[in-house]
């Protein structure tokens, strides 16, 4: 085939043009960016039901089981709060 840009004859197959080094084809779009980390309502969403979880969590477990359903939604709710704060660095 031929360079649509330089009309030198080159290989079928070829990606980009070894003499002009365009590409034989469009480049494909690559998709936007996906930002990092979340946004804010659902990092405050996700620490208000893990703190409603907490506050209910003795009824339904004690000892051992309460501390660690505790540290769990302990962790998922500082582990939000880390996405939302970690994605705004991102957005600038
Ligand atoms: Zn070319």
Same mark, same amino acid.
């Given at each position: 085939m031929r360079c649509r840009f =330089?009309? &030198? @004859?080159i290989a079928e197959k070829a990606l980009i043009c070894?003499? =002009? +080094?365009r590409a034989t084809t469009d480049p494909k779009t ?6 990092? #980390? ?7 969403? !996700? &620490? !208000? ?7 209910? $969590?003795? @009824?339904?477990?004690? #000892? ?7 540290? +769990? $939604?302990? &962790? $998922?709710? &500082?582990?939000?709060?880390? $996405?939302?704060? #970690? +994605? ?5």
């Open positions: =330089c009309d &030198t @004859e070894y003499r =002009c +080094g690559a998709p936007p960016p996906r930002p990092r #980390g979340i946004p804010l309502p659902a990092a405050v969403a !996700v &620490t !208000v039901a893990a703190a409603g979880a907490a506050i209910g $969590l003795p @009824e339904i477990a004690d #000892g051992t089981a309460l501390y660690a359903g505790w540290a +769990g $939604l302990a &962790t $998922l709710a &500082t582990g939000a709060l880390a $996405l939302w704060w #970690g +994605g705004r660095g991102g957005r600038r």
